[in-house]
């Protein structure tokens, strides 16, 4: 069974800094791995979509990478800002013989970005 | 921007009580998902469905059942609610990249 953990749990940093989160995973076999953000009391909002043929994507000041092989994804973001600030969550798809299957969701990494 | 919604946003019910939550996409996604999240804690997948007439359960046991006789919807029901049913509950779809509607938040008292 898929199992998938965010360090760290929680993060607070100043205004300007760049900043990494790890995720990793037990089971290298993915279909694609997903970054989300949540906002309190809000549903979750696609950052960037690694497929698992694919080694990072980049989308404005993020970027994400991927290693299958030793399962690990990592999150980078670049001159944060207070806006940043939000839950990030990583998320692995699997197979299924109707092509990716639902999700497995991390706990998160609370992160906070002090003006 | 993803257009998927979900109704209601918040539902305070009585124990007992069948339940409805709505999930509709304008998309053409054939892929659809139900997760469960309580508090704190990570998204769990209940229930998913690779098209019209197609249901499967997810990795967490949900009492809740679903159905999907068109493409654009795939709503999830509780045929008599319980104290324990008390989550949020998340709808998604994707065509590769999962898109999420904004929650439904229930408690049952």
């Known amino acids: 069974k898929q199992e998938v953990t965010q360090i760290p749990a929680a993060l607070s940093v100043p205004e300007g800094e760049n900043l990494v989160l790890n995720c990793s995973f037990t089971?290298?076999?993915?279909?694609?791995l997903q970054w989300f953000r949540q906002d309190p009391g809000k549903g979750l909002t696609s950052l960037l979509l690694i497929q698992s043929s694919q080694r990072e994507q980049t989308s404005g000041r993020l970027n994400a990478s991927l290693d299958k092989s030793s399962g690990r994804s990592t999150l980078y973001i670049a001159a944060s800002q207070p806006g940043d600030s939000a839950t990030y969550l990583c998320?692995?798809?699997?197979?299924?013989?109707?092509?990716?299957?639902?999700?497995?969701f991390g706990k998160g990494t609370h992160l906070i970005i002090q003006p | 921007e993803a257009d998927i919604y979900q109704t209601p946003r918040y539902l305070v019910i009585g124990t007992g009580k069948k339940i409805t939550l709505e999930c509709s996409q304008t998309m053409g996604h054939d892929k659809m998902y139900w997760y469960q999240q309580d508090p704190g804690m990570e998204l769990h997948l209940i229930h998913y469905s690779y098209g019209v007439n197609s249901t499967e359960k997810g990795d967490l046991s949900s009492e809740s059942t679903v159905s999907r006789i068109r493409t654009e919807h795939f709503p999830l029901t509780l045929e008599s609610a319980r104290p324990s049913h008390t989550s949020q509950y998340l709808c998604?779809?994707?065509?590769?990249?999962?898109?999420f509607g904004p929650g439904t938040r229930l408690t049952v008292t």
């Open positions: 089971d290298s076999a993915i279909y694609n």
């Open positions: 998320a692995v798809g699997g197979y299924s013989g109707g092509g990716a299957d639902g999700l497995t």
């Open positions: 998604a779809s994707s065509l590769y990249e999962q898109y």
